[in-house]
């Protein structure tokens, strides 16, 4: 049986791409992209967000669902698949939500977060996200601050910016996450380029630009 491990090593082999110079485009360590390609560990929303963009596929892809042509996708509540009901090593886990349409420009998942009093890694990735409280309180930091949402409450952020959330307290919490996928800025700084090129062009100009 084919493993989320699995499919992110001959994705990244597809690429051309040794592990060295993946872990480097995803800002990973060596060793823990090995541990996530031998199912050792499993990757973060964000993570598996840059992923997806190295390795030009979708998150779907990656978790081995394949979807149809429906223009529409329903995910029953008990048909709901959490990637890790363990719980990854970055404190939560997650389900994705509608991953039933192969062409969707948004990737939803349900968040299991728990309460933590240790230090937890911030989580970058290119584009935006909305989060949503769905039960319990959760302490949400973004860019140096730090934010109480109660249940219902809403945010939505360029989620290039460093942020993570846990619950408030005790209780755990549960919330919607959407995220909606950003270019890198390296792909950025390359289309920028080529627009530059292109104008310079229409101008008359041919000099390559810097």
């Given at each position: 049986?084919?493993?989320?491990?699995?499919?992110?090593?001959?994705?990244?082999?597809?690429?051309?791409?040794?592990?060295?110079?993946?872990?480097?485009?995803?800002?990973?360590?060596?060793?823990?992209?090995?541990?996530?390609?031998?199912?050792?560990?499993?990757?973060?929303?964000?993570?598996?967000?840059?992923?997806?963009?190295?390795?030009?596929?979708?998150?779907?892809?990656?978790?081995?669902?394949?979807?149809?042509?429906?223009?529409?996708?329903?995910?029953?509540?008990n048909e709901r698949r959490f990637i890790n009901r363990s719980g990854t090593e970055l404190g939560y886990r997650f389900a994705a939500i509608n991953d039933r349409k192969p062409d969707r420009r948004a990737h939803a998942f349900i968040l299991t977060l728990p309460w933590t009093d240790s230090r937890r890694l911030f989580y970058q990735h290119p584009g935006e996200e909305l989060f949503l409280v769905l039960k319990g309180r959760i302490r949400f930091h973004y860019g140096g601050a730090e934010y109480i949402l109660e249940e219902g409450d809403c945010v939505y952020f360029d989620s290039s910016v460093e942020h993570r959330g846990e619950a408030a307290d005790r209780n755990g919490a549960e919330a919607l996450s959407v995220i909606i996928p950003g270019p890198s800025r390296r792909r950025r700084a390359t289309s920028a380029t080529a627009r530059t090129r292109r104008k310079n062009f229409n101008n008359g100009k041919m000099e390559e630009s810097p």
């Open positions: 049986m084919e493993t989320l491990g699995s499919r992110l090593r001959t994705l990244r082999h597809l690429r051309g791409l040794s592990i060295d110079d993946a872990a480097r485009e995803l800002s990973l360590s060596k060793g823990y992209l090995s541990k996530i390609e031998n199912d050792r560990s499993v990757p973060s929303i964000a993570c598996l967000t840059r992923m997806a963009e190295l390795y030009r596929t979708t998150i779907a892809a990656m978790l081995g669902e394949n979807g149809d042509a429906s223009r529409i996708s329903i995910v029953r509540a």
